[in-house]
């Protein structure tokens, strides 16, 4: 047995890439992103082209994960908003659903009285996206394009 | 936990060296990262000490080319070694679908590598996966050395399930890509199993 894989639709994916579209401009802010625990990027948007969102990614993820720790060992809930302000850049990260990890890098365009509130409704939406994505990815037929991969499918991979 | 995004058309894994400390997990991903052309990898990431001993992770992003239309991107972490680091180590498995076992092949080192494999075990026993389930693979490092024990020996000690081991000299890079394409076979082997 290996974990229950997570999955992104085509149809979800729009949604949330909408939200996160949509979070930019309403928070003023320079890059969102979405993240699952494992550090895999699910959407991003903004400035991404000056950032290195796969890196961010998986810090990101590794920074949850180690106060997702703490709190365990405080015998908290994990700590669900992490908020670090830098000279020009600042970043907001929130916990949504306890699946992923939304993220917002802002300068002094914005402010974090703006990016909470913004991230709050996004959050919301966010939330039911990835419940109803979590039951489409539940239901059997969801056949795994991977199912049918062959032997040399595989090897052919590693001949280069 | 394998992340299939039928969107971009990719395939997320993330792999995981683990090891006793200094054995040479965080070699083997820098091998990797010079030997791999600029497009197929990310930067890599190392979070260690003023020493340079693993601190929480290594990370380093590779793409592998593609399957049936869909680019497989292996994620590869290392976790810290020393003991005192458990509860780094417990977060970095969290979601692995591959782990490569780094045995530090020294004599005196075999303490350390037993204390680490049950560690290991008993690691992902917490999360509810078995290491017996699990795509795995064990490399035997540091062959070059003048005081390492015999791959028998090693193998009885470490590897008694008999999975698919690599003898290694990762400074030099021997053995390192051949471990590597071992368990990334493992992992998409699995994924065709259905995974869910
Ligand atoms: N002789 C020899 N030295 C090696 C080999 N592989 C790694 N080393 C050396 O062993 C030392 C430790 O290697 P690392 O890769 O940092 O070890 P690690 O497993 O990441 O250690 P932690 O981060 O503490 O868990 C370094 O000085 C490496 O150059 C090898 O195959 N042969
Ligand atoms: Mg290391």
């Known amino acids: ?160 | 936990m394998s992340f299939i995004n039928y969107m971009a058309r990719e395939i997320n894994c993330k792999l995981v060296y683990y090891g006793p400390g200094l054995c040479g997990k965080t070699t083997n991903l820098q091998y990797i990262y010079e030997r791999t052309n600029p497009d197929a990898k990310g930067k890599m990431i190392s979070l260690a000490t003023e020493t340079e001993r693993t601190l929480f992770f290594d990370f380093l992003p590779l793409s592998l080319g593609e399957i049936r239309g869909f680019k497989t991107r292996f994620h590869l972490y290392t976790v810290p070694g020393q003991v005192f680091y458990d509860a780094s180590r417990k977060l970095i498995l969290k979601g692995v679908d591959g782990v490569i076992f780094v045995a530090d092949s020294q004599i005196e080192r075999t303490e350390a590598n037993l204390e680490s494999v049950e560690n290991l075990r008993t690691n992902l026993a917490e999360q509810g996966y078995s290491l017996d389930k699990l795509p795995y693979v064990v490399q035997y490092n540091k062959r070059d050395l003048p005081n390492v024990a015999s791959v028998e020996e090693l193998r009885q000690m470490i590897n008694p399930t008999n999975v698919p081991d690599y003898e290694a000299v990762a400074r030099t890079g021997v053995g390192v890509f051949d471990t590597l394409k071992a368990v990334a076979k493992l992992v998409l082997t699995e994924l065709r199993k259905g995974g869910t």
Do not use: C, W
């Open chain 1, 1 to 160: 047995m290996i974990n229950p894989q997570m999955v992104m639709y085509e149809e979800e994916f729009n949604q949330i890439q909408a939200v996160v579209d949509r979070l930019v401009r309403d928070a003023n802010a320079k890059v969102v992103f979405i993240v699952d625990k494992n550090g895999q990027l699910i959407a991003a948007s903004g400035d991404i082209d000056n950032v290195d969102t796969t890196s961010l990614a998986s810090l990101t993820a590794g920074n949850i994960a180690a106060t997702g720790g703490m709190a365990k060992l405080l015998k908290e809930n994990e700590f669900a908003t992490q908020f670090h302000e830098g000279e020009k850049a600042n970043i907001h990260i929130q916990l949504v659903g306890n699946r992923v990890i939304l993220v917002v890098i802002f300068d002094s365009r914005s402010s974090l009285g703006l990016v909470r509130l913004r991230v709050k409704k996004a959050s919301e939406e966010l939330n039911g996206i990835f419940e109803s994505l979590l039951k489409k990815v539940a239901e059997p037929g969801a056949d795994s394009p991977f199912a049918e991969i062959t032997d040399e499918d595989i090897d052919n991979l590693f001949n280069d």
